[in-house]
């Protein structure tokens, strides 16, 4: 227990391996998802940008438990961001920690991410919904280490709108992910399309937030 709740104080410094998938989806296939005041998807040629991560947070960081995160690429101010719009986890710690600290609208679900030497396979069964699924097969790993920062756009607890910087670092490899979804669920257009790029993140160290 921290003074913050059952939960770290931000920074938050993970570790693990991770899928992540860039995909380019019509804005009337999505779901309505709110927004900060003052944010807009950012839409080109009437498509949505998203972000996909399946991640599977080992020991060696604060937390550990697995992850599946839907983000929007939105405008705010005068820059582009992204907004976490749909997350599920398998911790109540992270659950409670990601509501609190950032405002990041996590949910609890039963999730299995397993990787291996040629790529990831992933599920994600939320509470009362049908299930969503991934596998990856890595094509070419990259020769040089993958380094990203952005920040999380969110609609904090109190009411205002917080900017939550997110680091990450690790070895990457592109290649083919195939994900389905059920037809009649909020995230079918996963099921329907396939992503722009794929690749996974091994061993990656992250960092979420600032003191």
């Known amino acids: 227990m921290t003074p913050h709740g059952p939960y770290p104080p931000s920074p938050w ?29 950012w839409v080109l040629r009437r498509r949505c940008t998203l972000v996909t991560f399946w991640v599977d947070y ?15 690429a939105v405008r705010h101010r005068r820059g582009l961001a992204a907004t976490a719009v749909a997350v599920w986890v398998d911790d109540e ?3 409670a920690g990601g509501r609190a600290l950032w405002g990041i ?18 599920e994600l069964v939320p509470s009362g919904a049908a299930p969503v699924r991934a596998g990856h097969l890595d094509r070419l790993r990259l020769p040089f280490p993958l380094v990203a920062r952005t920040r999380l756009v969110q609609r904090l607890p109190d009411g205002t709108v917080g900017r939550i910087p997110v680091r990450i670092g690790g ?7 195939v ?33």
Do not use: C, I, N, Q
């Open 58 to 72: 080992r020991p060696g960081g604060v937390l550990a438990y697995r992850e599946f995160l839907v983000g929007l």
């Open 179 to 211: 994900m389905s979804a059920d037809p009649a669920a909020d995230l079918s257009f996963l099921g329907r399309r396939r992503p722009v790029v794929s690749l996974t993140v091994r061993d990656f160290r992250g960092v979420v937030g600032e003191r």
């Open 105 to 122: 609208p996590k949910e609890l679900g039963v999730l299995r991410v397993h990787s291996d030497a040629d790529g990831m396979r992933s």
């Open 93 to 95: 710690r992270s659950l």
């Open 13 to 41: 410094h993970l570790t693990g391996d991770m899928l992540v998938s860039l995909w380019r989806v019509p804005v009337d296939e999505l779901p309505r998802w709110p927004l900060p005041p003052g944010v807009r998807p």
């Open 171 to 177: 070895r990457a490899a592109v290649g083919r992910t």
